[in-house]
């Protein structure tokens, strides 16, 4: 057997656009500043040769290997609620001397992995006891991120899980038993919140109750998309981004400035080009051929569509403020190179399929 | 069994490919949601958000318009822009001002004064306005804060022009001064054409004409960031500045007033006849109205307003004094002119008169009575008892007529602020103020100016002007030109005049010679004050602050220097070509010939002979006063 590079071009040429515009954005978003896109660049040269590095890894392995990396994931969990370095309020840091990185990414594909790992060596639709025990699975992490606290992270974690048991075949009247119990919840929830997560939900049920202090990211990031209308104000013109109207505008912001700057065009472009990406990986998910394989890349994939579906939901006033990047284009490393390595798995399970069908 | 397991994998296959799908339809609706926000946002309401995301860079400035000038009528300054430099907080971009203030103090002395300003000034200014905390920086000064300024973010060097009145005290009743605006005041004006200014005329000239003084506001379009600062200047229009006010008053005659004056307590009004012009206006003791531009501190201010001689009081425009014996000869007019009284018809003074069918005794100042006199003589010697009778057989009603169209018991409506308007008492008046009935008595004591009758000194000169005038009221006025810059043309203000009803010659002429007696005649009651040059006509008056008991006698010495009458003098000069008319009240000085005469003749000389009664003012004074006004200021 010839040595061969496993990649899936489609994907990687899709991936490789979104990059191009995020680097685009983030040049007029930063302020034009040169050294900002320079490191971005590095990320996600790091992130892309990580991605291609896990395409070699056949899921067969993978699947080896997702009990320890999720047990390995819980263990690091517990030793940031120990010994975590804080930073902002929240605890979520670990430093290893050499780096320091936030072991909560790590559940974002432990998780699934963990799942799919369990859910495929039984029967689906899954029974009872099986939903209890992944339930389980889920909640345990969940809950460990929910408390450090952080919330956007949580959110994509339990996404993942509950991507992974819907995929598995879980059956309907479940499903609707659970979001009725969940709306139940609520009010628990509620309670368990701390404050600052409290004032962002009522912020964004109401901003205007407080223009220049928690409303005041929502009106603007609105001010700035909605100023941009269907043509937007032009690369590096935005008002609103250049005079420093908008906050966290190369980082959770990033997508008002995409709106303000190239308009209602620019912005679904970006999201046909995620929705390209999307179809793609469900596409390599549903023609896996093993139940491992499907569930992991269909739970990757889902989760790519949360991130950017609560980053967007959040700045155009849809959803209220939660810590959740825009993927692939803000500013930052982690979240980066987490969802690169999904990808990875994805082309992965996509290039051993052909293997498998030329065999 | 292995067909079992293979129909299994299929069935599952399926049962993903079904999920799958599902999920891909919620991804689709997710984005379409997302889509559909987005075109409201960027489509139906982009105007909206187009509309406030200008509003957030571009903002309009105020620009303010310089206030404009007053000039005396020789054109000497009486209030100037000078430019200054305060140190200004902006609250807003402050967190601790406490802390801020203190570390600043280690830069430049702040007093506890400053500090009061600052806090009496903080909940009254406008949003995103800088307050004072230090006024006139030196230039040591700013260079010292300007090397540390990064230091203080939100604390800047406004340089602004500021009030200037180099004649102090000598022009602060009649200029005037302007102050901060306060909450009330900002109230009632129109904020936008204040949108840049942070003063306005409070008292004085500076106050009733503030329209023309201020002048019109300009506005500059600029951009700015989130932070604040100016990146781009567009459009502007500029300010109009206010116009420049060229007064009637005359520098040299208002110091010499005062001069004359001196420390005494007391009004001196000056009027041009023919203009009715004011030459000259003082009210003693007065204050130095420089601090109130500032802002004054409060102990300084409690010395002023607690004083007991009230400098703060406009006594010329304010003052309301019972005028005495100095309106005899427009009662005796009034007399003429109804025909209840004839110029030779004499009347007996046997030292007090009586009301038919009463017995109490309305007394003559001289107790053994004047014997039989003619009006001229009554007004020469200032009979009381041949007023009394004249006021009984003309009655309340028409002698008020008389005394109303000399200008008694409204304000004159002269060109300033806070005048008021004396009172001149009637049944009516009586009946509504205090819900009694008029007595025939009261009647007398108006004939000769006392009781319940006040009147201003401004009232008095007025009226005198009148006489001088010989029957025409000239509305009296300080603004003579105004002119809206350096080389424009001066534009003279209107005069407002008007005929008093009795026109007969024959009437005022016994009227002026009455007058013209009470100085040059050998009993007039102004004979000190005669003069070789120029002939005087004058009357005095006297003015009861204590009332005497039935049975008593006055005796000065006894009673409280406060509680002493007032002296009075009205009077005009030349006779036959009057150029100025003057009254002077002299409060507790006693008798009117005595001690208010000299003062309206030391007036009239200045005026008419040039002689001075201070050297006149040159710019060596202006410079002194200024630099004297700048140390006391660094000095508070």
Redesign the interface.
């Known amino acids: 057997m010839p040595a061969r590079l496993h990649i899936d071009l489609p994907l990687l040429l899709l991936l490789l656009l979104i990059c191009a515009l995020g680097l685009l954005i983030l040049y007029s978003a930063s302020g034009q500043s040169g050294e900002q896109v320079e490191r971005q660049l590095m990320r996600l040269g790091l992130a892309f040769v990580l991605m291609i590095a896990v395409a070699q890894v056949p899921p067969v392995l993978l699947c080896r290997w997702s009990l320890p990396l999720f047990l390995l994931g819980l263990l690091l969990l517990l030793a940031v609620l120990l010994v975590g370095e804080q930073s902002k309020g929240a605890q979520r840091w670990l430093d290893l001397g050499v780096v320091r990185f936030q072991p909560s990414e790590i559940l974002k594909l432990a998780l699934p992995m963990m799942l799919a790992w369990y859910l495929s060596l039984r ?3 899954p029974r009872l006891l099986d939903i209890l025990v992944t339930s389980l699975l889920i909640a345990v992490p969940v809950l460990l991120i929910a408390k450090q606290p952080d919330l956007g992270t949580a959110l994509l974690v339990a996404s993942a899980g509950l ?1 992974t048991l ?2 598995s ?1 879980l059956r309907w009247r479940l499903i609707i038993g659970l979001i009725v119990l969940g709306a139940a919840a609520a009010p628990l929830a509620w309670s368990l919140m701390r404050d600052y997560q409290r004032r962002r939900v009522l912020t964004f049920l109401d901003p205007g109750s407080d223009p220049l202090g928690a409303g005041y990211h929502i009106i ?1 990031s ?9 043509h937007g104000k032009g690369w590096l013109e935005g ?2 981004s250049q ?3 908008l906050p966290e505008r190369s980082t959770d912001f990033i997508f008002a400035v995409l ?1 303000e700057e190239l ?2 065009s620019g ?2 472009l970006l ?1 046909l080009l ?2 390209a990406v ?2 793609r990986g ?1 596409s390599i ?2 023609q896996a051929p093993d ?1 491992y394989s ?2 992991l890349a ?1 739970s990757i994939t ?1 989760v790519f ?1 949360v991130y950017l ?1 609560v980053n ?2 959040m700045v ?3 959803l209220p403020v939660v810590g959740v990047p825009l993927p692939l284009i803000s500013y930052g490393g982690t979240s980066l190179v987490t969802l690169m390595l999904g990808f990875g798995i994805l082309m992965s399970v996509q290039t051993r399929r052909k293997l498998l069908q030329s065999e | 069994m292995l067909a079992e397991v293979f129909t299994d994998q299929r069935g599952e296959k399926r049962l993903f490919r079904i999920r799958a799908l599902f999920l891909a339809l919620i991804v689709i609706l997710g984005l379409a949601l997302i889509g559909m926000r987005l075109f409201h946002l960027q489509v139906t309401r982009h105007t909206h958000f187009t509309t406030l995301s200008d509003g957030n860079r571009i903002k309009i400035q105020p620009m303010p318009p310089t206030r404009g000038l007053i000039y005396d009528r020789n054109g000497v300054l009486l209030a100037d822009n000078v430019p200054s430099y305060a140190l200004t907080i902006e609250p807003e971009k402050i967190a601790d001002l406490e802390s801020t203030i203190a570390e600043l103090s280690t830069l430049v002395p702040i007093s506890e004064l400053d500090r009061e300003r600052f806090r009496r000034l903080l909940p009254q200014r406008r949003r995103f306005e800088g307050v004072p905390i230090r006024l006139d920086l030196s230039e040591v000064e700013r260079a010292r804060f300007a090397v540390q300024s990064h230091r203080f973010p939100g604390v800047e060097i406004a340089a602004e022009l500021s009030r200037f009145y180099p004649q102090g005290l000598h022009t602060a009743h009649v200029v005037g001064y302007v102050g901060r605006i306060n909450q009330q005041e900002l109230e009632r004006i129109d904020r936008s054409n204040y949108a840049g200014s942070s003063h306005l005329g409070k008292v004085g000239v500076e106050k009733y004409h503030e329209a023309w003084l201020h002048g019109h506001v300009g506005y500059q379009q600029v951009v700015v960031n989130a932070r604040g600062r100016i990146l781009e200047r567009r459009e502007e229009k500029t300010p109009v500045s206010g116009r420049d006010l060229h007064l009637f008053l005359d520098m040299n005659l208002q110091r010499d007033a005062a001069a004359a004056l001196g420390d005494r307590r007391g009004a001196v009004v000056a009027i041009e006849p023919e203009t009715g012009g004011v030459l000259a206006m003082v009210s003693s003791p007065s204050y130095d109205p420089n601090p109130f531009v500032g802002g004054i501190g409060f102990k300084a201010f409690a010395a002023l307003r607690d004083d007991i001689d009230r400098p703060l009081y406009d006594r010329a425009i304010r003052g309301q004094y019972p005028p005495g014996s100095t309106i005899k000869q427009f009662i005796a007019l009034g007399g003429l002119a109804s025909g209840v009284a004839r110029a030779r018809e004499g009347k007996h003074c046997g030292g007090y008169f009586q009301l038919p069918g009463h017995s109490h005794r309305y007394r003559c100042w001289r107790a053994r009575g004047h014997g039989s006199l003619a009006m001229e003589d009554a007004i020469v010697q200032s009979c009381d008892v041949y007023f009394y009778r004249l006021a009984h057989d003309m009655g309340i009603e028409r002698m008020n007529k008389y005394l109303a169209e000399f200008g008694f018991g409204r304000p004159t409506g002269a060109v300033i602020a806070g005048e008021l308007g004396g009172l001149l008492p009637s049944p009516e008046w009586k009946r509504r103020a205090r819900n009694q009935p008029w007595f025939p008595g009261e009647t007398l004591i108006v004939g000769i100016g006392q009781g319940a009758f006040l009147a201003t000194p401004l009232q008095l000169a007025a009226a005198t002007a009148a006489a001088a005038n010989r029957g025409v009221y000239v509305q009296p006025r300080l603004v003579n030109a105004t002119r809206s810059g350096l080389g424009e043309p001066l534009e003279p203000t209107a005069a407002q005049q008007r005929h008093l009803s009795d026109k007969d010659p024959a009437h005022w002429q016994v009227i002026i010679d009455a007058m013209t007696n009470v100085v040059e005649g050998r009993r007039g009651t102004a004979r000190r004050i005669h003069h070789q040059d120029y002939r005087i006509a004058g009357k005095t008056g006297t003015s009861q602050v204590f009332t005497i008991g039935q049975n008593e006698t006055y005796n000065e010495a006894e009673i409280d220097e406060r509680l002493r009458d007032h002296a009075l003098f009205v009077g005009f000069a030349p006779v036959d070509n009057p150029r100025i008319a003057v009254a002077v009240i002299i409060e507790n000085g006693g008798s009117g010939g005595a001690t208010a005469a000299p003062v309206a003749r030391a007036v009239m000389d200045s005026w008419l002979l040039d002689q001075r009664v201070v050297p006149a003012t040159d710019d060596a004074d202006e410079t002194d006063a200024r630099s004297a006004m700048v140390a006391r200021r660094v000095n508070e």
């Open positions: 029967p689906m639709p991507t819907f995929l075949g603007q609105q001010i700035a998309i909605g100023s941009g209308g269907v008002t609103q005079l420093e109207f709106g308009g209602l912005v679904i999201m995620y929705l999307i179809l469900l998910a549903a139940a499907r569930l269909g889902i569509f579906f967007m939901g155009i006033g849809l």
